[in-house]
């Protein structure tokens, strides 16, 4: 099946400092990704869509430059927290849409803790 | 906008019990319906999917899920359980027309325990 990996798997950072997050779809093309926020015991929030070769589309309320997304190639798709704060604390979720199978694969999650 | 809702947050069933976890949405267009499972420590995987046709859809690992449009509902059913079920079920809802960005609304998840 199509695998979609996601690096760090784990990051501790300062308060103040920025982390970069990748996804990659390790066997497959995607033109579209997206990136998720997952809080304890809750449900899967959407961020934004990652396009590759153009600007990411935002949902509301996501602060577009504190969650900076390049999608800089089919296969990676970047999240880059800037000037992190504790409240970013949280579990990051990308996935990759798929055409041919019309669904969207999902990476194992990067865990940030903001000290 | 899409919502999902599943009413049972924590189901707790022992081993051979038969399993039925609730899916409501609200939407009035056309939907696209999944269901995911997040075993402990893993990602996301895709359980079933319904895009049209038969409503009743079969999964992987013995699931199934009856799609009932007048009740904007899409249930999920396992005859019975094995401990190796214990996860946590996440029904999500695509808008089913072009231009919807093939983005995902999730429901807030079910946790499910089955006991030996």
């Known amino acids: 099946g199509a695998v979609v990996s996601q690096h760090p798997s784990r990051v501790i950072c300062k308060s103040g400092t920025s982390v970069k997050i990748e996804c990659r779809s390790l066997d497959f093309q995607a033109t579209t990704m997206f990136w998720y926020r997952q809080f304890p015991k809750q449900s899967l929030m959407l961020m934004a869509t990652?396009?590759?070769?153009?600007?990411?589309?935002?949902e509301q309320g996501v602060e577009k430059d504190k969650f900076l997304i390049n999608h800089a190639s089919l296969t990676l798709s970047t999240l880059t927290v800037t000037s992190a704060h504790p409240e970013d604390s949280s579990f990051y979720i990308c996935?990759?849409?798929?055409?041919?199978?019309?669904?969207?694969?999902f990476g194992p999650g990067t865990r940030l803790t903001v000290t | 906008a899409q919502s999902v809702s599943q009413h049972n947050h924590h189901v707790i069933l022992s081993e051979a019990a038969s399993l039925e976890l609730g899916c409501n949405y609200s939407?009035?267009?056309?939907?696209?319906l999944f269901w995911y499972v997040q075993y402990p420590g893993q990602h996301l995987q895709l359980l079933l999917k319904?895009?049209?046709?038969?409503?009743l859809v079969k999964g992987i690992k013995g699931f199934e899920a009856e799609f009932i449009k007048s009740k904007f509902s899409f249930n999920l059913r396992k005859p019975s359980v094995q401990w190796s079920d214990t996860a946590e079920y996440f029904c999500a809802v695509m808008d089913g027309l072009t231009g919807g960005g093939n983005k995902l609304t999730f429901g807030t998840g079910t946790q499910l325990k089955v006991e030996l």
């Open positions: 939407y009035g267009g056309t939907v696209n």
């Open positions: 319904y895009f049209s046709g038969d409503p």
């Open positions: 990652s396009n590759e070769g153009s600007k990411a589309t935002y």
């Open positions: 996935s990759a849409w798929r055409d041919i199978a019309y669904e969207q694969y």
